[in-house]
């Protein structure tokens, strides 16, 4: 059964930064990709980075490009995004899961739109005061 742990979360000022972490368990890290999605209040859930465990490929979306940037350790099975010049927009409870096949942000949409993500933990929040 896959499982996710998101941690790392907490009250940033704007301009400040965090750093997340998922840890996963129950499935071979290597041959799953790994995304990150954020839901803000009143919003929908948005994917916003994913790395492909394998070959180390990594994707964004518009916007967290450049401020933020998602790497693995396989060792650990564990995922991080690095948050950077964070603004009030981020706010949001973050969520990591787990998939196969997919390299883009687009297409981990797709498959977390169909269902096929798995892990889905509690999520982490981040608040960034203006």
């Known amino acids: 059964e896959v499982q996710v742990v998101e941690s790392g979360g907490g009250l940033v000022q704007a301009g400040g930064s965090l750093r997340l972490s998922c840890a996963a368990s129950?499935?071979?890290?290597?041959?799953?990709?790994v995304g990150w999605f954020r839901q803000a209040p009143g919003k929908e859930r948005e994917g916003i980075a994913c790395?492909?465990?394998?070959?180390?490929?990594?994707d964004y979306a518009d916007s967290v490009k450049g401020r933020f940037t998602i790497s693995s350790d396989n060792a650990k099975s564990t995922v991080y995004l690095q948050m950077n010049s964070l603004n009030p927009e981020d706010t949001a409870v973050y969520y990591c899961?787990?998939?196969?096949?997919?390299?883009?942000?687009?297409?981990?949409?797709?498959?977390?739109?169909?269902?096929?993500?798995?892990?889905w933990g509690q999520g982490t929040l981040v608040t960034v005061s203006s």
């Open positions: 790395i492909s465990n394998g070959d180390g490929i990594t």
């Open positions: 129950g499935f071979t890290f290597e041959d799953y990709a």
């Open positions: 899961a787990a998939g196969q096949h997919f390299t883009t942000v687009q297409a981990m949409n797709v498959q977390a739109l169909h269902g096929y993500l798995e892990g």
